[in-house]
Structure formats: structure tokens, C-alpha cells
């Protein structure tokens, strides 16, 4: 981004130059010299720091070329190598505003004696201005590429209360859940307290070596969509370290056309996909890598489908992984659900069956089945769309992916209708025609869980 910002402060100095003189000018022919000759040592004074911040920028010494004692060219041993370091519309500018200042000075004294200014090309130094702004108009097609695309963070708003914004405090909290698991590497973070055993099964089963791209699927809870929406945000900032936003693949599904965009505002309410982002950094410290949030709207079948296989190549990609955000039954008055099974025993069994029904059909691999589930017991999982359009990924993607759970938790054990609880799982997946494994993981994050797809390429064999 520093390239960027020099680029925007290279313009913005020319812009206002140009600005100034053709201020300048207006001043002249309106009878006010003075703050037109003011006008136009100032444009003059911008015009000479361009080409400073250009010399700085190229790293440009001072020497001599013929008469001249003080011309910028590129450092060189070989004199016959050296060349003007700044291109012709830069002196082309330098040029008109050394003229504007002649003009307005002249001007000011044959004023100041109340004599006519023999001088009457005051337009000059104007134009040759707007000439070199045009002659650079390829420039400015990239000047506004690099303002549209300047770095737009989103902070970690949930840092502090849904988890530790205490860097030292959350890095131990991290290794403290991944020594406990004894697998690679399995972080967790509040929503993190209720789900630590759970995610860093997920998490866990995760080599970040040969991972370049993470793509986030997220429920919204606050913004309403019938579509998936893009992040537009560059970098996703973490307590622990940020991870930069991969706009190339952004890019790539805007141009599908099925994709709307969401703004800083909508992207910082939502904590489905932040809550995966402290893991990530965790994960893949000194691992570059880059992210792809998608947040997932409360979409049709047919959408679930679509969204399916338009990302489904994505998948056949063994250098990604993906990170789905849910949940399983939240359970009791407070959330509005409180389906028993008496037939199951106590309330928390009941919980625990229906769940596994529906990790169940979700090892199938059948987006209709786990479809026709949810329209049956209503189960209240608020990620059933990311989790419907990764079923639909796995059926369409070339490689056959087979998931299995391997951990269950219930945050408390209901046995009143008074109560409630939130599930936790997690699971892990095999591709079978490469013979490599995917971690999959439900896991709660204060209403928020994971599902987590890995590939690891495989290795060759001798």
C-alpha cells in the first residue's frame, strides 16, 4: 500500500497545482494580482514537491548534466546510463507554474505602478497544466483504480466481549486449547469459553502448509439478503495478526453477477465469520494466506443449489480450505424452541438425538435430505444455508468428499423446560479420490458454530 499512497499524494499535488494556477489566472483577470501572484508561488512551491516526492520515491540523486548543476538522475557508476529520472509532462508542469509566478509578478509591479502588464498570455501556465494531465490520462484510469482500491480494514468488533482483544492473553488462550487436543494446531476463542473442546477437533485436524486461500461462509444475523454478499473490506484485522482480503477471487465472483457487496458497517455487525478469523491467524501464523468472506442470505433451495456449483471448482482446488459458519439446536424459551422427544428420555437426550439425526443425513452428503430435515423438526441451526450451499459444493465438485463427526458437546444438560443449551460438533472429512483428508467442524461461538473443509494434497509416492 505504500506505492499506493505515494501514487495519491504524487496526484493530489498535482491536482491542486493545477487547481491554484488556474485560481491564479482567474485573480489576474479579475484586477486582484496579489493573491493571484500568492496563488501562483504556491502552485509553483506543490510543483517542485511532486518532483521531490518522486525523486524520493525512485531514489534519485542530485548531479550535473552540461550547464545544468542541479538535475535529478538515477544513481548510476556509468554516467553515459544516467537519464532524467521524471518524464516530460513533470518539467512540462514545473514549466507552467515557473511561468504563472514570471506573469503574477510582472503583473503585481506594473499594478503596484498603475501601469498596463505588457505580458497577456496569463492562461498560459493553466494550459500547459491541463495538458499534462491529459497526457497522463492513462495514469489517472490507475490513479482511480488505486483510490478504489485503497486499504478498507475492518476491525474486530467483537474483540473484547466475545473474546480477549488482549493479544498476549488470546495467543495463550490458543496454545492452551491446542496442547489440551494434542492435534496440530486447534485454537478456539467467548463465544470461544463454550466451545473450546469442540472447535480444536475442527480446527485442529488443519497442515496449513500447502493452504494459499481460505474462503469464509457466514450466516447473517442483521442484515437481511437473498443472496451471498461479498466483503469489501481488503484486510480482516485480528487481535493476533490480520489477514489480507484475496481480491483477485473477489473480483472473480463479482463478475458471475450473483453476488451483491456488503459495506464495512454490515460486515463489522456480523460475528459469524469473525469468530473463525482468531483461529485462522493462529492457524496459519507463518503461513501466508489469504481470505474470501462470503456471507450467505436466507436463500431459496434453488440459490443453495446455484451458489453450490458455482463455487464447487473451488473446492477441486487442493491449495483452499474452507471455514462454514453454524450451529446445531439451540435449545430452550430464550431462543423460541423446545421440541422433547419424551420417547428419548431426559431433555438434553432428546437434544442430543435430534442433533444426530441431523449430523446424520449431513455425513450423507444430501442437501435434500438435510432440506426435507430441517422443514420437518425446525431444528434452529442459523447456519442451514452455508451448510446446504457446502453440501451442494461437495456434490458438484469433481472429487468425492465423505464426512464423519467426531465430537459432540452440549454446552449445559437440560432437564427442566426452564433450561436451555447450545450443541457443539465437529467433524472430519476424507476425499476419497485423492486419498486426502478435509476437516469438517460444527462449533458453537456464542450462537455461531463452524463447519471447517480442508484439503491436503497428497503426497507422491515412490
Not at 544516467?82 to 503574477?104: D, E, I, M, N
Request: net charge positive; charged share 20%.
Amino acid at each position: 500500500m505504500k506505492n499506493g499512497a505515494s501514487k495519491t499524494a504524487e496526484w493530489a499535488l498535482l491536482v491542486t497545482s493545477v487547481v491554484l494556477e488556474a485560481t491564479s489566472a482567474i485573480f489576474e483577470q479579475l484586477g486582484h494580482p496579489l493573491p493571484s501572484m500568492v496563488m501562483a508561488f504556491v502552485a509553483l512551491l506543490l510543483s517542485i514537491l511532486d518532483l521531490i516526492l518522486k525523486a524520493r520515491q525512485r531514489g534519485i540523486t542530485c548531479d550535473r548534466r552540461g550547464l545544468l548543476p542541479c538535475f535529478y538522475r538515477h544513481s548510476s557508476l556509468d554516467v553515459r546510463n544516467r537519464k532524467p529520472f521524471a518524464s516530460l509532462v513533470h518539467y512540462f508542469g514545473l514549466a507552467g507554474a515557473l511561468w504563472q509566478c514570471c506573469f503574477t509578478t510582472v503583473g503585481y509591479h506594473y499594478t503596484h505602478q498603475k501601469l498596463v502588464n505588457p505580458i497577456k498570455l496569463c492562461l498560459l501556465s493553466f494550459i500547459l497544466a491541463l495538458c499534462v494531465l491529459i497526457s497522463k490520462k492513462k495514469e489517472i484510469r490507475v490513479f482511480f483504480k488505486i483510490l478504489k482500491n485503497m486499504e478498507k480494514i475492518r476491525r474486530p468488533s467483537h474483540a473484547g466481549s466475545w473474546y480477549t482483544d488482549n493479544p498476549k492473553k488470546l495467543e495463550e488462550e490458543l496454545e492452551g486449547w491446542l496442547s489440551a487436543t494434542g492435534l496440530t494446531k486447534s485454537p478456539d476463542v467467548r463465544g470461544y469459553s463454550y466451545s473450546g473442546r469442540a472447535a480444536a477437533y475442527a480446527f485442529g485436524n488443519i497442515d496449513p502448509t500447502n493452504i494459499t486461500r481460505v474462503f469464509l461462509l457466514g450466516p447473517s444475523h442483521h442484515y437481511y439478503t437473498p443472496k451471498c454478499a461479498l466483503s469489501t473490506a481488503t484486510v480482516y484485522e485480528t487481535p493476533i495478526g490480520d489477514l489480507p482480503i484475496d481480491l483477485e477471487v473477489i473480483e472473480e465472483l463479482k463478475a458471475t453477477g450473483k453476488f451483491e457487496l456488503m459495506d464495512l458497517q454490515v460486515d463489522e455487525a456480523e460475528h459469524s465469520m469473525e469468530m473463525h478469523l482468531p483461529y485462522l491467524a493462529k492457524i496459519f501464523e507463518g503461513h501466508p494466506v489469504k481470505v474470501v468472506p462470503i456471507l450467505v442470505g436466507s436463500l431459496h433451495a434453488n440459490n443453495e443449489a446455484m451458489y453450490g456449483r458455482l463455487l464447487a471448482k473451488y473446492v477441486d482446488d487442493p491449495t483452499n480450505f474452507f471455514s462454514v459458519s453454524s450451529d446445531f439446536c439451540h435449545w430452550g424459551s430464550r431462543f423460541q424452541y423446545t421440541h422433547y422427544d419424551k420417547k428419548c428420555g431426559p431433555i438434553h437426550k432428546s437434544i442430543e438425538a435430534l442433533d444426530r439425526m441431523g449430523m446424520d443425513i449431513i455425513e450423507t452428503g444430501n442437501a435434500d435430505a438435510f432440506k426435507q430435515y430441517l422443514s420437518e423438526y425446525d431444528n434452529t441451526i442459523c447456519g442451514r444455508h452455508p451448510i446446504s450451499v457446502f453440501l451442494h459444493m461437495s456434490r458438484n465438485c469433481s472429487t468425492k468428499i465423505k464426512i464423519k463427526f467426531l465430537r459432540y458437546e452440549q454446552s449445559s444438560q437440560c432437564k427442566t423446560m426452564r433450561d436451555s443449551s447450545v450443541s457443539y460438533a465437529s467433524a472430519a472429512a476424507k476425499v476419497s479420490a485423492y486419498g486426502n483428508s478435509i476437516a469438517l467442524g460444527w462449533q458453537q461461538q456464542q450462537g455461531c458454530a463452524v463447519i471447517v473443509v480442508y484439503w491436503k494434497r497428497p503426497s507422491k509416492v515412490a
